[in-house]
Structures are given as structure tokens and as C-alpha cells.
């Protein structure tokens, strides 16, 4: 503030400039943070949404699995398996028709375990293994369909 003297000798204030304050940034925007896991949104059995029974000698040669998850993901793996007998057992990881970064995945299954034999008869589930972008895990069986596995087929 600086007081000048106008002609008569009397004390005036200089002109008044209006006080700016510092800039100040805008406050740093953080993205959400992704907490959520991927989930299976669909998923079936040779374009079935629902059970299936595979006689994989006769008349099921093989038995296509379609899934469909919430967002892309890195497909860990799928594994169908016996749930009578866990160890017989169906593993397989992504690759062909099943590539990471998708939504979506498909495997065909022969009815030949991760062992070499031929799968016995019995209800087998699907357990599904897959990750998110931000490291979301899922890891567990999916639901409400089975595949049934009947190696001989009846006659009436």
C-alpha cells in the first residue's frame, strides 16, 4: 500500500488492486479402485443352458464348453471334475479358444482326464480359475448345470 500527496499536499491512497490469491491445482482425481472379482455371467454344454449327459463312446463324441465371464480376464484354468472322486480330473489352460483378455471361453472336452484314461461314469462339475486386470481372483466351482457321464447307453 503506497500513500501518494495529491497537488495540495494531502495524502491519497494509491490505487486499489485487487489481491489474487496463489492458483491453486484442482485436487488429483483417483480412479475407482476395481475390488470386485469377475464372475461366470452364462455359461453351457454344447449350447445347452443346462445338464447334459455325454456317452463319449457312442453318442456324445465330445462336449463343448462355452463361458462367459463378467469382464475380460486372464483364464487360469478350467477343470472339470468328478465330484465323487475329485482326482479324475479334466485341467485345461488358456490357450486356442480360450485366450486371456477376453470374456469369453471355449473348451472341448473328449471325456479324456488329465491322466490319459477315459472319464468313468458319474456327475462331473466345473471349477473355473480366472483373474481380472486389477489381480480380482475367482477360483470356484460354477452352478446350477452338471455334465453327466454315462459310458453305456440302456436299451429298452
Known amino acids: 500500500y503506497v500513500v501518494t500527496e495529491d497537488s495540495y499536499g494531502a495524502p491519497t ?13 484442482p485436487p488429483a482425481v483417483t480412479p475407482p479402485v476395481d475390488s470386485v472379482a469377475p464372475v461366470i455371467t452364462s455359461y453351457t454344454f454344447n ?9 463319449f463312446a457312442t453318442t456324445t463324441p465330445t462336449v463343448d ?3 462367459t465371464a463378467s469382464e475380460n480376464v486372464d483364464w487360469v484354468s478350467i477343470k472339470i471334475e468328478d465330484q465323487t472322486n475329485p ?4 485341467i485345461f489352460y488358456s490357450s486356442e479358444f480360450c485366450a486371456d483378455g ?12 488329465s491322466g490319459g484314461a477315459r472319464a468313468l461314469d458319474g456327475i462331473y462339475r466345473i471349477k473355473v480359475h480366472m483373474k481380472d486386470t ?23
Open 65 to 67: 464348453i462355452v463361458l
Open 134 to 156: 486389477a489381480n480380482n481372483d475367482y477360483n470356484d466351482f460354477i452352478s446350477p448345470y452338471f455334465i453327466t457321464v454315462k459310458t453305456t447307453t440302456s436299451t429298452p
Open 87 to 90: 482326482s479324475n480330473d479334466k
Open 13 to 25: 491512497p494509491a490505487p486499489s488492486v485487487p489481491i489474487v490469491p496463489p492458483a491453486v491445482a
Open 102 to 113: 477376453t470374456a469369453t471361453c471355449l473348451k472341448s472336452w473328449n471325456g479324456i482326464l
Open 47 to 55: 449350447g445347452v443352458a443346462g445338464d447334459i449327459v455325454a456317452d
